[in-house]
């Protein structure tokens, strides 16, 4: 599993209220991935992070941010939790070779989060 | 801006036939194309990349960049293949890595 957990699993939440999902690495990676899975759209990239405070939007960011303090955790936030928003997301990490991100990357269980 | 089309979002096939998984992809660099699988309630993981040219579990998959196609194959489909396949074109940003998923195909194998 590549050391990675996500907390929560599950979670069932308002719309209006922020919502941190939390990804935890334990093999010190340098790159981290938040991804969301909807039906019909595969997995999307929302954010991800390249080292300690470097993070980068992906192609679907809007309502979302990110926060990297240490290497280990990789915090994606809903700072109001609307409907659309209601998805399985996962976390992913990739090794790195050269200073850079390695092709393959490996995949958390998910959270799957209800906005209702 | 790279796409990758899974054109099947449902697929069945009965034990023992071959199954084929298409997936298209759109990109104007020189791609790398990744089959990643989804076991009911277990996480993502990867099933093939193409640069290995490998055989995982009975599958493979061929890059074709003149029909920018890596359709993913087996000669006798199992009830243990059952799962959702998703193909995946990895591209740069910056120094990180970008998976851009296709939609997913959900394959039933069926007794």
């Known amino acids: 599993d590549a050391g990675i957990t996500q907390s929560p699993r599950h979670k069932v939440t308002e719309t209006g209220t922020p919502v941190t999902l939390r990804c935890h690495q334990t093999?010190?990676?340098?790159?981290m991935y938040w991804y969301r899975q909807d039906p019909g759209h595969g997995l999307r990239l929302i954010h991800y992070s390249y080292g300690v405070k470097d993070t980068d939007k992906g192609e679907v960011s809007d309502g979302y941010s990110v926060s990297r303090s240490k290497t280990e955790d990789f915090l994606l936030t809903l700072e109001s939790a609307t409907s659309s928003q209601t998805s399985v997301y996962f976390c992913?990490?990739?090794?790195?070779?050269?200073?850079?991100?390695?092709?393959?990357?490996?995949f958390g269980a998910g959270t799957r989060l209800s906005v209702l | 801006a790279q796409r990758v089309t899974q054109p099947e979002k449902l697929l069945s096939v009965f034990k023992g036939a071959p199954v084929e998984l298409k997936c298209n992809y759109s990109y104007s660099g020189s791609p790398e194309l990744f089959w990643y699988v989804q076991y009911s309630r277990q996480r993502l993981q990867l099933l093939l990349r193409h640069i290995s040219r490998e055989s995982i579990k009975g599958f493979t998959a061929d890059l074709n960049k003149g029909e920018t196609s890596f359709h993913l194959k087996k000669p006798f489909a199992q009830e243990e293949d059952s799962a959702m396949y998703y193909c995946?074109?990895?591209?740069?940003?910056?120094?990180?890595?970008?998976?851009?998923f296709g939609s997913g195909t959900q394959l039933t194998v069926l007794p």
């Open positions: 992913a990490i990739s090794e790195t070779r050269g200073g850079a991100a390695k092709n393959i990357q490996y």
């Open positions: 995946a074109l990895s591209s740069s940003s910056g120094s990180a890595r970008q998976l851009t």
């Open positions: 093999e010190n990676h340098r790159y």
